[in-house]
């Protein structure tokens, strides 16, 4: 199935800086036949999971992680960059392969407990991932994955997630 996603995925050289070559997904999530697949992938691996909640990655891992979230018939959490999310929040500095960020989550997003999965489009050097989860540990969440349609296997981003259960679709 993922051999029929990979023509989906354009390569981008040079962005967002000099070097970078960026995975595009916007054609696959412009493909109805290959958007529908990829969420049916990721439904069919963690349907037995008892999620209570996806955890979206700013902002690609919306795209992806709200129509699993529907599909699980669990909650949707968004994880934002800084000055996007009203009220109590926590926030963690990352490392990107490119420079630094923060991520933000609310401070009752999740619940002490509550069974999470965590979604982006790319796993690279881990850092944002591995940001999300030092947010959802500060909430008592419970991680039973890390779900990502891209993994950079050069860039060791699982070696950042020790422990955590990571499926990847496309590897490169």
């Known amino acids: 199935?993922?051999?029929?996603?990979t023509p989906?995925?354009?390569?981008?050289?040079?962005?967002?800086?000099?070097?970078?070559?960026?995975?595009?997904?916007?054609p696959?999530?412009?493909?109805?036949?290959?958007?529908?697949?990829?969420?049916?992938?990721?439904?069919?691996r963690f349907r037995d999971a008892k999620v209570d909640a996806v955890v979206?990655?700013?902002?690609?891992?919306?795209?992806?992680?709200?129509?699993?979230?529907?599909?699980?018939?669990?909650?949707?959490?968004?994880v934002r960059k800084p000055g996007k999310l009203p009220g109590e929040k926590f926030s963690e500095e990352y490392a990107l392969e490119y420079g630094t960020n923060t991520l933000e989550i609310h401070a009752d997003a999740v619940g002490h407990g509550h069974r999470v999965l965590v979604v982006d489009d790319l796993l690279a050097t881990g850092g944002t991932i591995a940001a999300t989860l030092r947010l959802l540990k500060r909430l008592?969440?419970?991680v039973v994955g890390v779900a990502v349609l891209i993994e950079l296997e050069a860039l060791a981003?699982?070696?950042a997630l020790p422990g955590v259960d990571v499926t990847s679709m496309i590897r490169y």
Do not use: C, H, K, W
């Open 8 to 26: 989906l995925i354009r390569a981008i050289p040079d962005f967002p800086i000099p070097g970078i070559l960026f995975r595009d997904i916007t």
């Open 28 to 44: 696959l999530l412009s493909d109805p036949d290959g958007f529908r697949a990829t969420i049916d992938l990721f439904v069919d």
């Open 140 to 142: 008592g969440a419970n």
């Open 1 to 5: 199935m993922t051999d029929q996603l």
């Open 56 to 78: 979206g990655i700013e902002a690609r891992g919306y795209m992806i992680g709200a129509p699993i979230a529907y599909q699980l018939g669990a909650g949707f959490v968004p």
């Open 157 to 159: 981003g699982r070696a």
